[in-house]
Nanobody, 124 residues
Framework: QVQLVESGGGSVQAGGSLRLSCAVSKYTYSMYCMGWFRQAPGKEREGVATVDADGHGTTDYGDSVKGRFTISFGNAKNTLYLEMNSLKPEDTAMYYC????????????????WGQGTQVTVFS
C-alpha cells in the first residue's frame, strides 16, 4: 500500500531555507516515480519537482523553483526530500508529496497517490 507522510513545513523569512521530508515505504520507492507539488489559497496546484526512482534519478523542476529547490532521496531510500533555498513569499503554499508508477512526462505526469501536505509560509 502506498503511504506518503510529509513533514518539515513551517514559517521562514524570505531568503531562508527549509527542507521538506516525505516518508515513503521501501516498496513504494522501488516502484514509483516521486514528486512534490504545491497549492496556494485560491490558486491551482503547481508542480514543483519530480524524480524517477528507476536508478537514473531523472528530475524535472518547475520554472519558478529551478536553481533554488532540489529533490532527492535519502541514503535509506525511504525518505524523499525537497531542499528549498532562497525562499520567496510566493513560495507560500501547502506542499504535497506524490507517487505514481511512471513519470516519463515529468511534472506533466498524472500522479495517483498523495500525502496530506505540509504548510510552508514565507514572510517578507
Amino acid at each position: 500500500q502506498v503511504q506518503l507522510v510529509e513533514s518539515g513545513g513551517g514559517s521562514v523569512q524570505a531568503g531562508g531555507s527549509l527542507r521538506l521530508s516525505c516518508a515513503v515505504s521501501k516498496y513504494t520507492y522501488s516502484m514509483y516515480c516521486m514528486g512534490w507539488f504545491r497549492q496556494a489559497p485560491g490558486k491551482e496546484r503547481e508542480g514543483v519537482a519530480t524524480v524517477d526512482a528507476d536508478g537514473h534519478g531523472t528530475t524535472d523542476y518547475g520554472d519558478s523553483v529551478k536553481g533554488r529547490f532540489t529533490i532527492s532521496f535519502g541514503n535509506a531510500k525511504n525518505t524523499l526530500y525537497l531542499e528549498m533555498n532562497s525562499l520567496k513569499p510566493e513560495d507560500t503554499a501547502m506542499y504535497y508529496c506524490a507517487a505514481e508508477l511512471d513519470c516519463s512526462d515529468g511534472l506533466g505526469s498524472v500522479f495517483g497517490y498523495w500525502g496530506q501536505g505540509t504548510q510552508v509560509t514565507v514572510f517578507s
